[in-house]
Nanobody, 115 residues
Framework: QVQLVESGGDLVQPGWSLRLSCLSS????????VAWYRQTPGKQREWVAL???????DYRDPVKGRFTISRDDAKNTVYLQMNSLKPEDAAVYSC?????????WGQGTQVIVSS
């Protein structure tokens, strides 16, 4: 069973940066895509960014130009660099990996953006 563990969430002020990490228990090369989602209380989980096995990336419009998703295959880790954070970015961020064996989710890491 694949395990994904997110880390890096924190309390930051608007305009600050954070880097989230998603560590996989298995090689991330096996996954077709790895994505970050976020969820706030009372709202549906929403997709934020994804990266393919080949390194192609895509982003939700509100985060384009501020967030960057990347991967380090040697470390089995996918990152989400978040810059110029806004209060509306506050959420629990989760990563998900999709491959031949199915789709896997981590438990999430909380990001709080507040002055």
């Amino acid at each position: 069973q694949v395990q994904l563990v997110e880390s890096g969430g924190d309390l930051v002020q608007p305009g600050w940066s954070l880097r989230l990490s998603c560590l996989s228990s298995e090689s991330i090369v096996k996954f077709n895509t790895v994505a970050w989602y976020r969820q706030t209380p009372g709202k549906q989980r929403e997709w934020v960014a994804l990266i393919t096995r080949g390194g192609l990336t895509d982003y939700r419009d509100p985060v384009k130009g501020r967030f960057t998703i990347s991967r380090d295959d040697a470390k089995n880790t996918v990152y989400l660099q978040m810059n110029s954070l806004k209060p509306e970015d506050a959420a629990v961020y989760s990563c998900t990996a999709t491959g031949p064996g199915g789709q896997y989710w981590g438990q999430g890491t909380q990001v709080i953006v507040s002055s």
